[in-house]
C-alpha cells in the first residue's frame, strides 16, 4: 500500500497448503500462521506460548520500540485503538522491545491497562513478521496472523474491519482527528 512517499504493507507469513479436489491439486492462496511455539512473558506473570494465549480468544496487539521518537508518537492513538477492543472477545495489549522497566517507563499506566509484553531481544516482532516499528499484529485463534509495518491508518484500519466482522463489535474510527500522519517507522533491527 502506498500513502504518499511512505510505503508500509500488510505482511503475512506463509504456509503451503495445496488442496485437492477430485484427485487433482488445486493452487490456493498462502495463509498466514503465527508461529505457536513463540513464548510470550507478561509483565503480569510467566510467560507463556503463543497457542496457550490464543486457546479463548484472539490477538490484537501493537508493537513498539521504546526508544524511538515513532513508537511515542503513536502511543494515544494505538491505546485508543485497543482501549476500543478491551470489552470485546479479544485479548489486547503492546509488545515492546525492552524489558520490565523499560515497558513501565515508556507506557506508563498503559503498561498496567493492557497485557503487556516485554522483548528485549526483539525474538517476538521477529518471530511475528514484523520489519518496522510501530506496528499492529492481530493473530486469530486458528493461528492466522495479520501484521501491519509502520503506521499507515488504512491498513491499520483494514485490520480493524476484519477484526470487528470476527468480535460482531464496533469498529473504531482510523484515523480520527489529531491521530498521527502516516509515516514508515524505524527498522526492528534497530538500523
Not at 505457536?36 to 496487539?61: E, I, K, M, N, Q
Not at 518496522?132 to 501484521?147: C, T
Not at 470476527?166 to 524505524?186: E, K
Amino acid at each position: 500500500m502506498t500513502h504518499g512517499t511512505t510505503k508500509v504493507k500488510i505482511l503475512r507469513r506463509f504456509v503451503n497448503r495445496v488442496p485437492s479436489w477430485g484427485g487433482i491439486a488445486l493452487a490456493s492462496p498462502a495463509v498466514a500462521v503465527a508461529p505457536a511455539d513463540l513464548v510470550l512473558d507478561s509483565l503480569r506473570g510467566d510467560g507463556y506460548p503463543l497457542r496457550d494465549w490464543l486457546t479463548s480468544y484472539p490477538l490484537c496487539l501493537v508493537a513498539i520500540d521504546p526508544y524511538t521518537h515513532e513508537s511515542a508518537w503513536i502511543l494515544d492513538t494505538a491505546g485508543r485503538i485497543l482501549d476500543h477492543y478491551a470489552p470485546a472477545d479479544v485479548r489486547v495489549g503492546w509488545i515492546a522491545t525492552t524489558d520490565d522497566d523499560g515497558c513501565r517507563e515508556f507506557l506508563g499506566p498503559w503498561a498496567e491497562r493492557f497485557l503487556t509484553f516485554p522483548d528485549p531481544e526483539r525474538q517476538a516482532v521477529t518471530s511475528l513478521g514484523l520489519e518496522r516499528l510501530p506496528g499492529l499484529i492481530f493473530v486469530r485463534s486458528d493461528g492466522y496472523l495479520e501484521v501491519v509495518n509502520g503506521w499507515d491508518p488504512s491498513a491499520w484500519r483494514t485490520v480493524a474491519e476484519m477484526l470487528s466482522k470476527i468480535l460482531a463489535w464496533t469498529r473504531p474510527t482510523i484515523p480520527q482527528p489529531g491521530d498521527p500522519t502516516p509515516y514508515l517507522g524505524t527498522s526492528v533491527k534497530g538500523e
